[in-house]
């Protein structure tokens, strides 16, 4: 199971979130009151623990107390709800040390998704030269170089 989370330096446990979230998600399809019961004394006491690479924490208690909720309403139903907000949301890439510098990352990345959203033939051809004349540093602890590597050719193809 892959879940929607940044996976940060000293984040939770990703086996142990995967494996509580298995749990808590199939309570939440059923109709068992009794496992509705058991996944939310599992969250109430998940005491996840933290590694040098792991999901990142405020996401995943955000996402813990979202299911809180819907196993605390009547329908018990998950309502579909962003893990992080949308809008400037910085992408989500593992965090290396080494890796390219976050800041410029994002907001190289960022004006290249505004310059796709106008429509704008000047808009995107400066963020099309903004893309190939971008000279990413590298900082002790940044996004790992092969994935913005990646995300860059593919806002290239798309602009």
Not at 8 to 23: A, S
């Amino acid at each position: 199971m892959v879940l929607p989370f940044v996976v940060t330096l000293r984040g939770y446990d990703m086996r142990q979130v995967e494996g509580l979230f298995t749990e808590v998600d199939r309570a939440l399809a059923g109709d068992s009151e009794v496992a509705r019961a058991a996944a939310r004394d599992a969250l109430r006491s998940a005491g996840l623990r933290r590694r040098i690479r792991g999901y990142a924490p405020g996401e995943v208690d955000a996402a813990i107390a979202h299911r809180q909720e819907a196993l605390s309403s009547l329908g018990g139903r998950l309502r579909p709800v962003p893990v992080r907000p949308a809008a400037d949301t910085p992408a989500p890439f593992t965090v290396v040390v080494g890796g390219y510098d976050i800041r410029q990352v994002d907001d190289l990345l960022a004006t290249a998704d505004r310059a796709l959203a106008a429509d704008s033939a000047v808009a995107r051809a400066a963020a099309r030269d903004a893309l190939r004349s971008a000279d990413l540093r590298r900082g002790l602890r940044g996004y790992a170089r092969r994935a913005v590597d990646e995300a860059v050719a593919e806002r290239l193809r798309a602009l």
